[in-house]
């Protein structure tokens, strides 16, 4: 059974790229994929300052483990500055060296509809330094997709799930 694990990369309480992450996971484990989810609110994060993996405290190596095995990835990547926000970034910066040569997909998500070129910051971090592929097309979401804290336009679900056969079909 193929593995994934889906990064969720906002640290907001009522995040939204968590509810794309949240319906992500019910997709995946519909088609009989294993999943496990690192929520970046739910780990004791550090910053990244170029230490040995082996000295980050045991969230991070855990997470870092968990990366390491797994056969894709999933990103829920907020839009901060027309880019990757900073807590995913940093999260990137120290765990690159677990997911080379594996595929991910992106899940962009921003506060404007013109946002998601965005993800090709991501796109080009993934590839120049870890060599993993993403698979096409993106999944993009705005504010407008949601509704009371719930995902509102369901076409995002459709679009989550055609990337997600792609991937398993690339595996
Ligand atoms: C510091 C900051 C910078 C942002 N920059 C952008 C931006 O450049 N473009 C955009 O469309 N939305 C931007 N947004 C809006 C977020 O992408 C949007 O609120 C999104 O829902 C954040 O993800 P979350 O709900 O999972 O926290 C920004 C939000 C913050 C807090």
Redesign the pocket.
């Known amino acids: 059974m193929p593995h994934f694990t889906l990064i969720q990369g ?3 309480k ?5 509810l794309l992450i949240d319906a992500t996971a019910d997709i995946l484990q519909k088609n009989n994929v294993e999943t496990s989810v690192i929520d970046l609110r739910s780990i004791d994060m550090q910053f990244c300052d170029a230490r040995k993996i082996e000295e980050y405290n045991s969230d991070i190596q855990k997470a870092y483990d968990i990366l390491k095995q797994s056969d894709a990835y999933m990103f ?1 990547m ?6 990757v926000s900073g807590p995913l970034k940093n999260f990137i910066d120290i765990t690159s060296g677990a997911m080379s040569k594996k595929i991910a997909g992106i899940l962009c ?4 509809v ?2 998601f070129l ?1 993800a090709a910051d991501l796109m080009k971090i993934l590839s120049f330094e870890s060599n993993v592929t993403t698979v096409q097309p993106i999944v993009h979401a ?2 407008d997709d949601f509704q009371s804290g719930q995902i509102f336009n369901e076409d995002i679900l459709k679009r989550i799930e055609k990337l997600a056969l792609a991937m398993l079909h690339d595996l």
């Open positions: 906002s640290l907001r009522d995040s939204r790229t968590a829920g907020p839009v901060y500055c027309y880019s998500n921003s506060g404007g013109r946002s965005a705005y504010a």
